[in-house]
């Protein structure tokens, strides 16, 4: 047996008597499996479709966000702002600010559905779209319009998302002020310009977290932290004592046009979630649910703020401050409440920065792991909003531009125009891979699969009933293409809406560098 071994064969390894944490860690093969959804497809352009199957890499992938999370992420990039501003804003446009509160949500539930649509068309239609995770909403420009459209789209999101931070580090900072000036009866008074340093402080360390599926406990906290408040400011509200009659002044009459287009700038400002839906979308375990948790989380932030703005116009009226803050007696109650507002705004301008700085470290070819340069990058951003915050009046002085301006193409012009352009490309899309799959075959050019597959439920309804007059609204719904109405209708309510208040806004920009903030005048006074 000797003369017929192999030589060429290495004999077995011995058993290691080293202990088992000593040993190197043997990394688990990679398995390819491919994804037969495109084998029909036809061999399109490689930009814009996928047509090869798809191989995925299974491997240890992070944790996906649930929908419960999602929507608690939704409530906190909200924050408070809904809740100080919303009760004055309610009683200068009188009854009519309730229905125009409502529209202006309503609008926002219905652009992010479709933003949130255009993704999951997009993956349909190129697969590879998923390696532009930490640009999805410029993905789906350059998708749809090109590279040019999608720079635009870029630039519209970082100065969205900068202009956001700014007023949200003012308002922290001024809680810390008013506490200390009101606690001290006015013997101390730390100027805001100060606090706004010790904000940034705060800020630096947690904003050096990767996306949101890596701040789920901070999600967890600021929930907590703004259920809390909420409970803090109702109780301050009651608490107060009522000046005059219940809604004294609140007129009954229509108000101005300026007045409105000022508040769909605030309402604008307040309410939007566009820059951070899709990298929400991304990270959650299942990525149709997103539409979900945008709709509970406006749903909630405006239930709450809308209850907050009725006590407080029963207590007010119209005396009532811009920032409801100001309307409220000192209390311990009242301090804690300043307390945690600042907190919580702390981890709102966290949460809503994660996909601008996404942004920018693939722009730099960053990892995703955290790393020196990432520290860096996201420290020398915030230093600069904190500079910017130093200059500003007061938070509510950019609300107008910022909702208006930049604000108003992402939510109401940009959401329509993706959408009827994704949705055109997926059917002529759908065309050309039936054609490419039954080859010579004639093909019925009125062919709709949702036709086919609603049929056997109609004939299985009855007529008279609830289910059956469902099924067949639907389909009326279906067949006038309802959907493509739909954004026609809000793409020129978001055209014409961005148009005004961008003149306005012409306007009230010498206003706001004229009245200098209190960092500014103590520095040329120095």
Not at 89 to 94: A, D, I, T
Not at 265 to 274: E, K
Request: net charge neutral.
């Amino acid at each position: 047996m000797f003369f017929f071994r192999r030589s060429n064969v290495k004999p077995p390894p011995r058993p290691s008597r080293a202990p088992s944490f000593a040993l190197p860690k043997r990394h688990s093969p990679v398995l390819l499996k491919p994804s037969h959804q495109h084998d029909q497809l036809p061999f399109l352009r490689r930009s814009r479709f996928s047509a090869l199957p798809h191989f995925r890499a299974y491997e240890d992938e992070p944790e996906s966000l649930s929908l419960f999370i999602a929507i608690l992420y939704v409530v906190d990039l909200f924050g408070i702002f809904p809740f100080l501003t919303l009760p004055s804003l309610l009683v200068r446009l009188g009854y009519f600010g309730l229905l125009l509160v409502l529209s202006i949500i309503f609008l926002q539930m219905y652009t992010s559905f479709l933003l949130s649509q255009c993704w999951t068309m997009a993956e349909y239609l190129d697969p590879s779209i998923l390696q532009k995770r930490n640009y999805p909403y410029a993905a789906l420009a350059e998708l749809a319009y090109g590279p040019y459209v999608s720079l635009l789209v870029s630039v519209l999101l970082d100065l969205s998302i900068f202009a956001m931070a700014v007023p949200t580090i003012v308002m922290a900072a001024e809680n810390l002020e008013a506490v200390v000036l009101r606690m001290s009866a006015g013997q101390y008074n730390i100027s805001y310009c100060y606090w706004a340093i010790v904000v940034g402080l705060v800020i630096c360390p947690l904003m050096w977290l990767g996306s949101p599926k890596h701040m789920r406990g901070l999600a967890i906290i600021a929930a907590c932290v703004l259920i809390i408040i909420v409970g803090l400011l109702w109780y301050c509200l009651l608490d107060a004592p009522a000046i005059g009659a219940p809604f004294q002044g609140i007129s009954m009459e229509l108000p101005g046009f300026l007045t409105i287009l000022s508040s769909y700038s605030i309402l604008a400002f307040q309410f939007d979630i566009h820059p951070m839906l899709l990298t929400l979308q991304i990270d959650m375990k299942r990525k149709s649910q997103v539409s979900w948790a945008a709709l509970v989380g406006i749903a909630i932030t405006c239930s709450v703020a809308i209850v907050g703005a009725i006590i407080a116009a029963y207590k007010f009226g119209a005396l009532i401050a811009s920032n409801l803050l100001h309307s409220l007696p000192t209390s311990v109650p009242f301090y804690v409440m300043l307390i945690l507002m600042s907190l919580q705004l702390c981890f709102s301008v966290t949460v809503a920065s994660s996909a601008m700085f996404l942004q920018i470290e693939n722009f730099f070819k960053l990892p995703e792991s955290l790393s020196c340069k990432r520290i860096l990058i996201r420290s020398c951003v915030l230093a600069l909003e904190v500079l910017v915050a130093e200059f500003v009046p007061s938070f509510d002085t950019l609300m107008d531009v910022v909702g208006g301006t930049i604000t108003g193409p992402l939510v109401f012009i940009l959401p329509p125009l993706l959408y009827r352009r994704i949705r055109r490309m997926e059917r002529v899309h759908q065309r050309i891979a039936a054609e490419a799959s039954y080859g010579s075959l004639p093909l019925d050019l009125n062919y709709d699969p949702i036709e086919l597959e609603m049929e056997p439920l109609l004939v299985a309804a009855k007529p008279h009933t609830t289910q059956g007059c469902w099924l067949r609204l639907v389909r009326l719904l279906h067949r006038l293409e309802c959907d493509i109405s739909c954004t026609m209708g809000v793409l020129i309510f978001g055209l014409l809406a961005t148009f005004l208040s961008t003149y306005l806004n012409l306007f009230t920009l010498a206003d706001l560098f004229k009245n200098n903030s209190p960092c500014l005048s103590n520095l040329t006074a120095h």
